[in-house]
């Protein structure tokens, strides 16, 4: 069963205007995860955020995590053509010795 | 340093056959995690080895079988394949076990289309 659900599931936007994502887990986590998949590629490790963390940033991405509402969003900012890609949240069950559980993912589309 | 390795790229077979997909991790990762995508369902966890273990297994029928050797190379193997097999599947490798504290490197994935 899906852990972590993504919204929306499409987004289309301009070239430069910022992206933002959004994933909901159900169960306590240790961190959370967030991948990128360029079409018929495989997945990269974009950036991890501890569930004692409520902020972090590497480039031009931004996470947030509220463990108190179990929801975390991605923002991707001046977005360029380059960033179109489908972007997944993972999340580990608190409760040891479990996979990462990936979301069905956010299908991104930027226009230049 | 060389990537997660994937073979083959891309496999047809009918159903009723059998396939093996074979994985190499980023070398010093002696996890292994395998996965597979299809549109309908997202990435769903097949099993993770650490150290020629299994240490995990999802919800997936008997058919579905992977193993690890030594040198943390790993394979997976699909018995009697079914139409519902079609899917990307990606094996990422890992420092420790299951990407929980250290990211998962995926592989490129081998495209199984079954008819």
């Known amino acids: 069963s899906q852990q972590g659900e993504e919204d929306p599931q499409a987004l289309s936007i301009q070239e430069g205007e910022n992206a933002t994502m959004n994933c909901s887990y159900k169960t306590s986590i240790n961190n959370l995860q967030w991948y990128r998949q360029n079409s018929g590629r495989g997945l990269v490790h974009l950036i991890l955020?501890?569930?004692?963390?409520r902020e972090k940033h590497s480039g031009r991405l931004r996470v947030t995590l509220d463990t108190s509402k179990k929801s975390s969003s991605l923002l991707i900012t001046a977005s360029r053509a380059a960033d179109t890609a489908s972007y997944f949240c993972a999340t580990d069950r608190n409760s040891g010795n479990t996979p990462l559980v990936f979301g069905k993912g956010t299908r991104l589309s930027v226009i230049a | 340093k060389a990537g997660v390795t994937q073979t083959p790229r891309y496999l047809i077979k009918t159903r009723g056959q059998q396939v093996t997909l074979s994985c190499s991790p980023i070398?010093?990762?002696?996890?292994v995690s395998w996965y597979q995508q299809t549109p309908g369902q997202g990435l769903q966890f097949l099993f993770e080895?650490?150290?020629?273990?299994?240490?995990n297994k999802g919800n997936f029928p008997g058919r579905f079988s992977g193993r690890q050797f030594s040198n943390s190379r790993s394979e997976m193997n699909v018995s009697t394949l079914e139409l519902g097999d079609s899917a990307l599947y990606l094996c990422?490798?890992?420092?420790?076990?299951?990407?929980?504290?250290?990211?998962?490197?995926f592989g490129n994935g081998t495209r199984l289309t079954v008819t």
């Open positions: 080895y650490f150290s020629e273990t299994q240490r």
């Open positions: 070398s010093g990762h002696r996890s």
């Open positions: 955020i501890r569930s004692n963390e």
């Open positions: 990422a490798s890992s420092l420790a076990p299951g990407g929980v504290d250290s990211p998962l490197h």
